[in-house]
T-cell receptor
Framework: KNEVEQSPQNLTAQEGEFITINCSYS?????LHWLQQHPGGGIVSLFM???GKKKHGRLIATINIQEKHSSLHITASHPRDSAVYIC???????????FGTGTRLQVFP | SAVISQKPSRDICQRGTSLTIQCQVD?????MFWYRQQPGQSLTLIAT?????????ESGFVIDKFPISRPNLTFSTLTVSNMSPEDSSIYLC??????????FGPGTRLTVT
């Protein structure tokens, strides 16, 4: 069992739909990262959060420390949101990031 | 936030040769990391690059295959030595400014033929 698990693995949506990607982890963490990887390979850090909720534009990330669960929401999805979304958690008191396997999102016009 | 650049952005190399990937950061950072992402897989940490000391390698990665240099607080190189097709991957440089702030470079897409 992976220490960081994401669901779904693949997701397709029509433009304008509300998207939710889930991340569950089984390790003690100090913070959780949501990353976006475009087809070229480069990774952009979307959010880093240790509690509660953060919002940036159409993106919202939430985390529930007690339940060891985080979600990434995309409102009014757009084809340019098509990418792989990865959650990653640094193990508590270590430098090591544990990555989820990613969710491949395709948004069609 | 730190801005990271990598060179080259992509390369196609012959089996048995070596490639050196450069990572440049626009600010001084203590912790730099090198990751590999094999096709269809998640990211795997290769090593932590420490300024002024030898890199710390993760299990399964050795210095002879992936030598790393870290001459100062803004620059690092990763060499992929004696390449085989199994080394075809995206290689990413990453820096950490705090536990809440980790940034990734644009990646180097390597294909070994």
């Amino acid at each position: 069992k992976n220490e960081v698990e994401q669901s779904p693995q693949n997701l397709t949506a029509q433009e304008g739909e509300f998207i939710t990607i889930n991340c569950s982890y089984s390790v003690g963490i100090s913070a959780l990262h949501w990353l976006q990887q475009h087809p070229g390979g480069g990774i952009v850090s979307l959010f880093m959060l240790s509690s509660g909720k953060k919002k940036h534009g159409r993106l919202i990330a939430t985390i529930n420390i007690q339940e060891k669960h985080s979600s990434l929401h995309i409102t009014a999805s757009h084809p340019r949101d098509s990418a792989v979304y990865i959650c990653a958690a640094p193990l508590y008191n270590t430098d090591k990031l544990i990555f989820g396997t990613g969710t491949r999102l395709q948004v069609f016009p | 936030s730190a801005v990271i650049s990598q060179k080259p952005s992509r390369d196609i190399c012959q089996r048995g040769t070596s490639l050196t990937i450069q990572c440049q950061v626009d600010s001084q950072v203590t912790m730099m990391f090198w990751y590999r992402q094999q096709p269809g897989q998640s990211l795997t940490l290769i090593a932590t690059a420490n300024q002024g000391s030898e890199a710390t390698y993760e299990s399964g990665f050795v210095i002879d295959k992936f030598p790393i240099s870290r001459p100062n607080l803004t620059f690092s190189t990763l060499t992929v030595s004696n390449m085989s097709p199994e080394d075809s991957s995206i290689y990413l440089c990453s820096v950490r400014e705090s536990v809440y702030e980790q940034y990734f470079g644009p990646g180097t897409r390597l294909t070994v033929t």
